[in-house]
């Protein structure tokens, strides 16, 4: 199973539990048994609402946790970590709760549910960002090697750079859905498809194009040598575009 249909999987799993939790929530006899099965529930929650929706995170907590900054204990401010600790309702003059403690934990469980629930539309999106920013590190990291080798191998420094730039460009069509025929595309085969279809403009064709052309200087040997100033022309330029081309 891949990624995404894990995710999946552990959040209809987690969504699953939530009513033999509510269930042991109605029990105030049972409070350790359902602090039990919320504590597990609750920290592998945390762990998925982070990945996918940290922007819901403190709101799924809030439910959970007792506000250090609480002036009052109302059924407004009253929290499933109070519940845990068992500690009720408050009591009115006659010894009976003021409010029904039961009720106040059910809806903050079924909030966490609905959060949950929530994020099942987020998950191809959050892997996908996830994947963009692992491999523009990866990009990053490679054209720190192509500037080390300025000082070794001019032509061996302009092919790594290259690499990165048609690496790029190939999974910028991919992005766009663009078809490239050629089995093993050059920077130059990728560059005609992605102006065509309105990716770029032609300013960044021509740029790309330029980039493609340095990098031919150190692909093949010819009677001109690549110089220095060159290739770090194709390194910088490469940063560049990998920083605004998707």
């Given at each position: 199973m891949d990624t995404e249909g894990e995710i999946n999987k552990e959040l209809d799993a987690l969504v699953a539990e939530v009513p033999s939790i509510r269930k042991l929530a109605i029990k105030t006899d049972d409070i350790i048994a359902f602090g039990?099965?919320?504590?597990?529930?609750?920290?592998?929650?945390?762990?998925?609402?982070?990945?996918?929706?940290?922007?819901?995170?403190?709101?799924?907590?809030?439910y959970y946790r007792i506000d250090p900054k609480r002036k009052d204990f109302s059924v407004a401010t009253y929290v499933i970590q109070d519940y845990v600790n068992g500690i009720l309702a408050a009591m009115d003059l006659y010894n009976k709760p003021k409010w029904d403690v039961h009720n106040a934990i059910t809806i903050r469980i079924i909030n966490q549910s609905h959060i949950l629930e929530s994020l099942k539309s987020r998950i191809g999106t959050v892997l996908a960002d996830v994947k963009g920013h692992l491999l523009a590190q990866i990009e990053d990291e490679e054209?720190?090697?192509?500037?080390?080798?300025?000082?070794?191998?001019?032509?061996?420094?302009?092919?790594?750079?290259?690499?990165?730039?048609?690496?790029?460009?190939?999974?910028?069509?991919?992005?766009?859905?663009?078809s490239i025929k050629k089995k093993d595309p050059t920077n130059s085969d990728l560059n005609d498809p992605l102006k065509s279809v309105g990716v770029y403009a032609i300013p960044t064709w021509r740029k790309i194009q330029h980039l493609a052309d340095l990098r031919n200087l150190c692909d093949h040997k010819k009677d001109k040598e690549p110089s220095h100033d060159e290739i770090e022309e194709l390194i910088v330029g490469v940063s560049a575009i990998i920083k605004t081309v998707f």
């Open positions: 039990a099965k919320y504590q597990n529930w609750y920290s592998r929650c945390v762990k998925i609402v982070e990945l996918l929706g940290s922007d819901r995170l403190n709101e799924f907590c809030s054209l720190e090697i192509a500037r080390k080798l300025l000082r070794v191998s001019l032509r061996g420094a302009g092919a790594v750079a290259g690499v990165v730039l048609e690496s790029h460009l190939q999974r910028t069509a991919e992005n766009h859905k663009v």
